[in-house]
DNA sequence: CGATGGTTTGAGATATATCAAACCTCGTGG
DNA sequence: CCACGAGGTTTGATATATCTCAAACCATCG
């Protein structure tokens, strides 16, 4: 009856901290919804009306200026969670870049749950602690690191996060190819560049024989030492 | 005899959360600590043996890359809380810009009381999810942001956030002139910029009677408006 | 097959970095 | 009290990475 039996990211998202009866509780309030590409579930400056849990996809959170130039602040997977608990306002849009399905509470109704469970906001606060760190780490690629140190880094980033559920452990053939949810404006956007000069940067390490590009989205990395050199 | 009995950020802090005998069994598992501009109390990469709240003074948090590229991640004030709870690993070093008071736990003294104690949790969760906000928009100024546009949004948010204590409230004179806890370099280094540009943006903005500049740290807002439209 | 949207490539402009020198400010010691 | 020195800052001249503008290119889909 429950959503959440079947839910493939039970173990993994922050339901995790849950008995039976509290899931149950929690799947009474929470509703599954789908997005498309280009899709956005929430919007920059909103009031903070729903926040949720990523089952499937990948999405954008972004921030832009008033002149239209955008900047990508974080990318989540699934079983990550969207949405701003125990605040007013939304800081940043959040848009699917793949098809994708969440699983939406309305934020009144999380926030009262949540404050009833303990053991739910400890993994949210271990939860939003490690964005944090991740977030910050990236700070230094924004702040101090040239186009191909950008272009690296993010490539191997996305290498570590892009594996298909059921292929973890160290670095293997699965993790050499990979289809990347981004657009090469996005990847710019990502990066605080521009499309062209990631374009250029994409065409060297493929004519430097570190990657191939098999299509417009696929990426194979062929020397990963080489990368993790070139990530600075 | 507590410490937490004169302690100026008693009410801000997250230790908020706590009734009086709570506070006493946090007390004792707290120390003060003083430390001097430059001293550090975290090393990114180190384990994770301590956490603190901020009483006084002003600090950074930094990462760098390993040719000796810096950039600074954050800054914190007094009642804002440091360090990495529930997690092996410091991501950034902490390091004092002025003569600074923290009151340190061991980690894991404040995990096991944290754990024990969901409304501090709650609070250091609320604490968390505003700086990820505040982090996450200073990534559209690094990615993103001219020179002038980022030392106006920088000088910005030094004037609310270097208030004196005790003189809150809209903006009025007392916002208008502050000292900088930085110097040059480390204005470029929170900025992503070289110091010379940040030395050239500083001097324009004097020129064009902007801001003033009565001595190395100390500035004057002669014109927020300007300096607003200036900030993108 | 031609239109469309995204991508790559090219040529040139420009903001910021780099290198170098001059300049303050402030504390120290003669 | 002044000269000196050291650290930090400002200013100048030049280099360069990245952006901008523009055109060519390529996949995809009707």
Redesign the interface.
Known sequence: MSYCDTCVVRNQAICAALDSNELQALNAIGRRRKLEPGQSLLWEGEDSVLVANVIDGVLK?S?????G???I??VVYPSDFIG????KQT??SVTALTDATVCVFSRADFDAFA?EH?SL??K???R??????R??????L????SASERIAAFLLDMSERLVQPGCEGPPSEAHQEFDLPFSRQQVA?V??LTIETVSRQFTKLKNDGVIDLPSRRTVRILDREELEDRA?
């Open positions: 959170l921030t832009g200026t008033a002149d130039r955008e900047q602040v974080g701003r608990p125990f605040g800081a940043h404050r303990p906001e400890h949210l606060l271990q939003t602690l490690s964005e944090l760190d977030t910050r780490h990236w700070m230094l924004l702040g101090r690191k956007d990066l605080g600075g």
